[in-house]
């Protein structure tokens, strides 16, 4: 199974950095693991207005479109059309995914890359070998105040409002909570957790 | 009345464009109102290395902190502690803000700029002018399917998970939907009531 993880902290030692290399040793157990490095990749999360206009011809005239696409969203497409699992690895901040993540998905999950329209409008996956996509992330807030108070904001906005939306329906989140207060042991379990997880290849 | 709009949109002939106008208008009619256009201004989204390293060192070492910061960030610093009324006004993508939109919050919503601690360690706006935070946005989703089916995601992490955890209480979200299938009268009428809304100082 190929493996695609979208990774986005900005400090090395940071332990969303430890859960990268987790989920990619877990991964390397079942096949490939690719991995883009959104902060040191430089990658720009700014929609241009040449992106919008991709955005705008894409239904009707798609090769005007994949003409005004950036390079780097371009290779990012080569690298999702792989990819049979994908993951965001990233910390949540002010209760959402940090700027660079949301980039991503405003520029990457775009119509020609990660969609089509169907002949009525509705955005169908373009991702053929795409099969499951997971959310990794880091919070210092209880799960069930995140619940509770912000409705679960971010998985309702990147599943159902996202992934969901354009067809690919199985997606699955790992959030770890309250962990600036967590001793080493209970990072461990974590750690270990997301390995499994990770090598698994059945979901 | 002071007010300041944060403006995101990438393109210049977009309704969001001719909603920042009347919203100036209207704004206008009762004080100075400046803006700060995310795009043109080519803000940086991205939290860095060392605006985290900021973050961390704000409570107990602000002076270090501080020297950290960003220009454009402290230049808008210097424009929020003048602010009576903040505004924002963007595009929905994806169910959120865009990634513009979000890399304020996460660059210049942070302590020392927009907070600070108390000593018991919570956070207490230090933008003392502030009375009011409105929100304008424009998106294809009916308002009730975007509450019941995403929760109202962004009024959730913007305001209750935003704003009112620095301890601004009073925020108003203006929320124009299926905006692409309205005629001219709707749009009119739109603009009309987001000038009318920010020539208003009672609230």
Redesign the interface.
């Known amino acids: 199974m190929k493996t695609l993880i979208v990774f986005n902290h ?2 090395d030692g940071s332990f969303c950095n430890a859960l990268l290399m987790a989920a990619k040793r877990g991964a390397e157990q079942c096949g490939e693991c690719g991995v883009i490095y959104l ?1 040191k990749e430089n990658f720009n ?5 040449h ?2 206009h991709a955005f705008v011809l894409a239904r009707h005239e798609p090769e005007k479109a994949l003409a005004l696409l950036d390079k780097q969203v371009l290779a990012y497409k080569a690298k999702l059309e792989e990819a049979e699992h994908l993951a965001f690895i990233f910390p949540v ?8 993540t ?2 991503f ?2 520029r990457v ?1 775009v119509p020609l890359v990660a969609y089509d329209y169907a002949p009525d409008g509705t955005m169908q996956s373009r991702l053929e070998k795409l099969k499951r996509v997971t959310v990794v992330t880091t919070m210092n807030t209880p799960p069930d105040v995140y619940e509770r ?6 998985s ?3 599943f ?3 992934f969901e939306a354009i067809g690919i329906k199985n997606c699955h989140w790992i959030s770890l909570n309250m962990v600036s207060g967590v001793d080493e042991q209970q990072r461990e379990r974590w750690l270990k957790r997301v390995e499994e997880y990770f090598s698994s290849e059945t979901f």
Chains 1, 2 share one sequence.
């Open positions: 900005p400090y902060d999360p700014v929609m241009s207005s992106d919008l901040w002010w209760m959402l995914m940090p700027a660079l949301k980039g998905i405003d999950i108070n912000f409705g679960n904001a971010l309702k906005a990147l159902q409002g996202t």
